[in-house]
């Protein structure tokens, strides 16, 4: 199942949901694209392996960590986990819009 497209990813944090846009684009095994929050606009990018994306981004706010993003799409809906630096992680969930 192809993850093109624009998405609406929920993580829910220990602080509350946050909620992101996404735009991917896949090309083989990797894929790329911009995410835009509260905390503004920023391009990603990361691996495809099947049906799962895998990434990685940087933020400052509330503090300056690396968040880990795996997430399983399936049909319109993406489900997963981000790993919140030393703060354990959260469930994120998404759908194709």
Do not use: C, H, Y
Request: hydrophobic letters at 35%; aromatic letters at 6%; glycine letters at 14%.
């Amino acid at each position: 199942m192809s993850a093109d497209g624009n998405w609406k990813i929920t993580i829910n944090t220990p602080m509350g949901a946050q909620e992101v846009n996404a735009n991917i684009t896949t090309s083989g095994d990797t894929f790329t694209g911009t995410t835009s929050g509260r905390m503004g606009e920023q391009k990603i990018e990361g691996k495809v392996n099947g049906d799962t994306l895998t990434w990685s981004t940087n933020i400052s706010q509330p503090m300056p960590m690396t968040l880990e993003f795996q997430a399983t799409v399936n049909g319109d809906n993406m489900t997963g986990t981000v790993q919140l630096g030393a703060f354990g992680s959260a469930p994120i969930s998404g759908v194709r819009v």
